[in-house]
């Protein structure tokens, strides 16, 4: 099993910079991909970043040139700067890891972008 804890949600102003972090335990050898996705009511759960462990990148056209993702294999977390936040960034943030084909999920953070 795989426990992932998210933190470093809160509540920002448009434009401002927030920093989520993920960070990994229990069975964490294996663990090949790690990401983050975000949900809003009524909507379903969408890409956000994904890296895998060489450090390989994917991010969403519609954080392109504002998020950044990365990820420390030793302390087995991973990142996402969110930078030049809007309002419609404002969603839950779930992180995800890939384990030997099965997917693991955050609680999630709640990221709330004011205008």
């Known amino acids: 099993q795989v426990q992932l804890v998210e933190s470093g949600g809160g509540l920002v102003q448009t434009g401002g910079s927030l920093r989520l972090s993920c960070a990994a335990s229990?069975?964490?050898?294996?663990?090949?991909?790690m990401g983050w996705y975000r949900q809003t009511p009524g909507k379903q759960r969408e890409l956000v970043a994904f890296?895998?462990?060489?450090?390989?990148?994917n991010l969403a056209d519609f954080v392109k040139g504002r998020f950044t993702i990365s990820r420390d294999n030793a302390e087995n977390t991973v990142y996402l700067q969110m930078n030049s936040l809007k309002p419609e960034d404002t969603a839950v943030y779930f992180c995800?890891?890939?384990?030997?084909?099965?997917?693991?999920w955050g609680q999630g953070t709640q990221v709330t972008v004011s205008s």
């Open positions: 995800t890891g890939l384990r030997w084909g099965y997917e693991y």
């Open positions: 229990g069975s964490t050898s294996g663990i090949s991909g």
């Open positions: 890296i895998d462990r060489i450090g390989t990148t």
